[in-house]
């Protein structure tokens, strides 16, 4: 087709729209009715839904006041029901005497106190009701009044005071009634205006709209019928439109079509093929084709390098000249998979290069296919990865030797550990005798002559029995250590605040005569040795008691809180703290960051402390300031429990 022709068919084109222009013209009035119509339709439609809205707000209003008068009026009758009962209670205690009457007694004013200011709160709005209510509560005081003054007259007789003031109680009763009586009729006259002005709201809304309804219908119907003539007009003029044009825009489309089609193709076919010719030569792996039978059909320059090959000396060769003796049916596995239509994924293999070398090489196969979907062949892309499996079986025999060495290492140290414990063991238990026959003879000369001794003399005995009494407490410190190196830990469920309030429980003679605050919150069940747990916290809070006596008050706190991404439990003091660059010292055996003149101690306990939570496979650490006390972490390795109350008790304690 020319562009002659194209232009001579737009030509034809344009003639035809004019002569259908005429029929455009003749629906223009018809276009401007229908538009009209539907604007006045939307707007009615609108109308209508705000009318609808407006008169739900105006029934949701009349029912809270309706709503509202029913309170009022159950709110009145509540009141005086209540003055009466509270009247009769009181009567019942004149004439008895029994103290127990006085309680509903009581009750029932509060609640008559209540209701007052219910009815002041639910007539805000009522101008009349207000002054009604002013007359109302001294009416009540009044009648409560009254009832006091019997009931003080019977406790005062201690009998019955007679009936002289039934008359007064009655009349003042009925001057309450009558109240009542004035508010329920007020209430009971809004509800029958509320009432009414419900209904009438109600009938002038249900009038619009069944009117609007049916005028709204109407509007639609005669759019509706507009709109038919109005397709049907534009429906033949577009009929003559498409009848000319039809065949002019078949023709242009399927030849522009066709040519657009196949220029992308050319264009698309060309891309395609210049990208991967660009990408397959670049490669560093090495990437070629083979038939069905095995034989190469391709070789790129990768594969000259991992192979050793050129492309002229591996071309139209079978691939099996790749594969080791020892790996000869390998590749007929793999003809057979691609036969099938099977790809062939990422698999490690040996194979064996010009000069004879054997590589370890990472091949993939992927199925090739012609026009019609048939398999011809296969692509496979193979990584050289000898220098990688080399590293690996490097990698995998240090590991196997550094493993070894770990073994042999542990047993050493498990060793060393079990000799210094036993030694440790065993001087602490020979040292106990000889202490105690320090302490004994030193004793035996205090008692027996004391009195011809100097006092110089006596003094000197004074200390070898201390420090014969400090070092049995080492010995029998060193032992406790000792014995814990060896003990099997007995795991259960245990609640942590059972185990702090047996503790604090424990050291309470120790801090008689000091002021001491204790903030304890809430710890967890966890699994654990409750009894080494137990010697933890008596470590801790006996440390936290004793670096906090100068302080007044001495602020103890035990809690739990999250470190450093896991949950620890904490004990704090606000006593004399420490220089936090001597804290590596802190849990040594025997070392003290104090003198036993300030505080006293051994310098075992947290030394005790972090071998009992390591054999829980937790840690512990402490974070401190000088002068202003310090706060010890330690995490348990067993997992937390949400124990019930009941439970709880059965696991070792209640929180």
Known sequence: MTVLEAISGRNGHKEM?????????????LRRKVTGGLIAAVLLTAFLSFWLWHSARRAEQDAYWVSHTYEVMAMIEGTLRDVRDTNATANEFVSSGQESLLVPYQAGRSTISRDEDTLR????????????????EPQVRAVLEFDETQIAKRRQLGAYPGGGGAREIRRLVVALRATTQDMHAEEMRLLSLRLQGMAADQRLTRFIAIAGLFLEIGLWSLAFLVIIHEIEVSGRATLQLNALNAELEQRVGERTAALQSEIADRRRTQEIAERLAAVVESSGDAIMTKALDGTITAWNLGAEKVFGYSSEEAVGKPIAMLLPPERAEEESGI???????????HYDTVRVRKDGKNIDVS???????????????ASKIARDITVRKAAEREVQALNHNLEARVIER????????????????????????????IRGFAKILVE??????????????HLIEQGASRMGQLVDELLKLARLGRQVLSVEVTGLSSLVKDVVSLLTPEIEGRQVEWKIGELPFVECDPTLTRQVFQNLISNALKYSRPRSPAVIEIGETEKEGEQAIFVKDNGVGFNMKYSDKLFGVFQRLHVAEEFEGTGIGLATVERIIKKHGGRVWVEAELDRGATFYFTLSGAEHPVPEKAAAAAGGSL
């Not at 005429?22 to 629906?27: F, N």
């Not at 057979?336 to 239509?341: A, K, V, Y």
């Not at 060793?415 to 036993?422: C, D, Q, T």
């Not at 027996?448 to 005995?461: D, G, I, M, N, T």
């Open 121 to 136: 709160r639910l007539m805000a709005d009522n101008l009349s009701q207000q002054k009604r209510m002013q007359m109302f």
């Open 335 to 345: 003809l057979s998979r691609i036969r099938r239509g099977e790809n062939v994924a």
């Open 363 to 377: 091949v993939s196969i992927s199925l090739l296919r012609d026009h019609t979907g048939a398999i011809v062949g």
């Open 448 to 461: 027996r002559f004391c009195s011809s001794l100097p006092a110089e003399a006596q003094e000197h005995l």
């Open 17 to 29: 729209t004019e002569s259908c222009g005429c029929d455009v013209r003749t629906g223009s009035s």
């Open 410 to 437: 542990t047993a050493e140290l498990k060793a060393s550990n079990h000799e210094l414990e036993a030694f440790s063991y065993s001087v602490s238990h020979d040292l106990r005798v000889p202490i105690r026959h």
